[in-house]
């Protein structure tokens, strides 16, 4: 097998650069922002640093719609600031990965303009991916798109453009029209981009949906889920048939001429274990690991993630310990609570109520943490973080959020019920703003903050954790160390134990060639629980817990509620 990569046993932040830290006052985060808490990166131990986009855009989707690819947005910075960023991320031992975005531009990019305004025949037409109207429908009423899909951010995928009457896709919002990766030029173009970044001196990507970047040309209409307004367009392009191709081609043009190790992660919606192990197998060369969504869709009714409901630990340990079994010696997973789009973990998997909030957000990350892969924390994950006392439909920012409210609400539903859903699921959970101390918003602005602080700040900030070592911040912070310094974290065999509690999460991680064994046992309830524990494991080195008064190891044990305990032996 190959050489261990630098990522197998590092830690990755994510940071939502619009969140983090404000350092000019207009209540939006920027680049100084970050330089001036790299420390707390630092202090965590994390290694790399993921940057949501920093691109110039219209924001319509906060910068996942790209009008430049190789700049800087005015509201983060410039240019300069971005380089006195990466030199300062590799000050301190870290690296630096960027989020590509390239499914889509935003429809202010000057190759879409081209694209629409120079007509049918146009030079750059092809770029993205147009279709005249439905035959036998008016065009421009509804029905009369190409194909009847629906995108994701509500609505069809389609709108018409006055001055051809052709129709553009878009998966996502309007003003993010999907490229058309069946052109040539427009991969290459995506790859000298790419090219630029790197020779700029980052250490690599994470991709943005790329899994959905090669179409099947003939656009299908696809079937309507029951109760569905559109159509699912999504078996013709969710690894759609040119996808392998595409990214191993990126690795030919890009990543193969650079003699340093860089990170590529893919975000990949949908996609099965069997494609994951395609991707992320090294002999493919195609990408290091991907982004799966299996774990995180287990809580959602057949209304999709606006339709919550609660999460079986025993569906949670079948998904996760499939993905470890699936990608065991071929691949590399990817491991995640939490990102910019997802509601925050201790709400939704734990208990953020006062009295369980710190252990049980410490429970999360031990487990996650304790998988085979690379973990990922998202910016306030390490500090418990929870989501936002949301109240009326005007606290909300997120197109997702919005466009879903106005559909159903049109559509004749209940308000008060779409805010529920909103409430338990908006992005806008995970985009309120850095908590870095009690003082008026948290200390992310001295301005006007784009998007509320929660209130909760006064009691939970990165400066009271930081003096408190029985913190989350400081069980993360241990739990990282922990990777660094036992191998059996990075590259230990994964056995699920009690596959059928609905409450216990037990795993051992075994490395023969280090000769040590870890078996992590956890209660994933607010209840005492007595489990049995494997032979041998009685007595056993405690390594690490989130309870302030664990007693020794037993044979059968009781944990305390939200206990989580990790034993090593020899
Ligand atoms: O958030 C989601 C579920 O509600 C997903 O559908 C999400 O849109 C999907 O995971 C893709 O996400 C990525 O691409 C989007 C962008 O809005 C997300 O922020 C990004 O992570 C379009 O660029």
């Known amino acids: 097998s190959a050489a261990a990569a630098w990522w197998q046993n590092a830690v990755v932040y994510q940071i939502y650069p619009r969140s983090f830290a404000d350092s000019d006052a207009d209540g939006i985060g920027d680049l100084q922002g970050i330089i001036e808490h790299l420390d707390h990166l630092a202090q965590l131990g994390a290694d790399v640093l993921w940057l949501s986009p920093v691109y110039p855009s219209p924001h319509a989707d906060n910068g996942y719609d790209i009008s430049d690819y190789q700049g800087i947005d005015p509201l983060f910075g410039t240019l300069a600031d971005f380089d006195r960023l990466l030199a300062a991320v590799h000050e301190r031992g870290m690296k630096l990965i960027m989020d590509l975005v390239v ?112 179409k099947d040309p003939a656009l299908p209409d696809g079937p309507v889920p029951p109760g569905a307004r559109h159509g699912d367009g999504s078996a013709s392009y969710v690894c759609g048939p040119r996808i392998h191709e595409f990214l191993a081609e990126m690795h030919r043009e890009v990543f193969a001429g650079y003699p340093r190790r860089l990170l590529t992660v893919g975000e990949m919606p949908d996609v099965t274990v069997e494609e994951a192990r395609r991707f992320t197998d090294p002999a493919n060369r195609e990408l290091d690991m991907v982004f799966q969504f299996e774990h995180v869709s287990l809580d959602s009714g057949p209304g999709g993630k606006f339709d919550p409901r609660p999460l079986r630990l025993t569906d949670l340990k079948a998904s996760l310990g499939r993905w470890q079994t699936g990608l065991a010696g071929t691949g590399w997973n990817s491991l995640y609570w939490n990102n910019h789009d997802q509601a925050r973990a201790v709400s939704r998997f734990g208990d953020d109520s006062p009295e369980y909030r710190t252990r049980s957000a410490a429970l999360l990350a031990t487990v996650l943490h304790l998988h085979r892969g690379t973990p990922y924390v998202y910016q306030g994950e390490e500090l418990g973080m929870a989501n936002a006392p949301f109240t009326a439909i005007g606290d909300f920012r997120d197109i997702e959020s919005l466009n879903h409210y106005r559909e159903q ?72 160390e922990l990777r660094h310094t036992e191998p059996a974290v990075t590259h230990g065999d994964f056995r699920m134990l009690h596959p059928d509690d609905e409450r216990i999460y037990a795993f051992t991680r075994h490395h023969a060639a280090g000769g040590t064994e870890l078996l992590v046992l956890a209660n994933v309830s607010g209840e005492p629980v007595e489990t049995t524990v494997p032979d041998g494991w009685a007595g056993t080195e405690t390594l690490l817990t989130n309870v302030a008064d664990a007693a020794p190891l037993t044979s059968p044990h009781t944990l305390q509620p939200w206990e989580a305990r990790i034993h090593r032996r020899a």
């Open 409 to 480: 609400v049109a559509a004749g539903a209940d308000p008060e019920q779409v805010l529920t859903a909103l409430r338990a699921r908006s992005r806008d959970n995970a985009r309120t703003p850095m908590q870095w101390d009690a003082t008026d918003h948290g200390g992310f602005t001295t301005g006007t903050p784009w998007i509320a602080v929660n209130p909760d700040h006064r009691t939970v900030n990165a400066k009271a954790q930081l003096a408190d070592p029985g913190s989350v911040f400081h069980h993360y912070r241990r739990l990282i």
């Open 103 to 214: 499914n889509h531009t935003s429809d202010e990019h000057p190759w879409f303009t081209a694209s629409r305004d120079g007509g049918p025949t146009g030079p750059k037409r092809d770029w993205y991916i147009w279709r005249p109207p439905r035959p036998g429908v008016e065009p421009g009423t509804p029905g009369a798109e190409p194909n009847n899909w629906g995108s994701f951010f509500s609505g069809p995928t389609w709108t018409r453009d006055e001055a051809s009457g052709e129709y553009y896709l878009h998966l996502f919002a309007r003003k993010q029209p999907d490229l058309n990766w069946e052109n040539p030029e427009v991969r290459q173009a995506v790859h000298a981009m790419m090219r630029w970044w790197l020779d700029r001196g980052v250490d690599g990507f994470r991709m943005d949906v790329i899994n959905l970047v090669s």
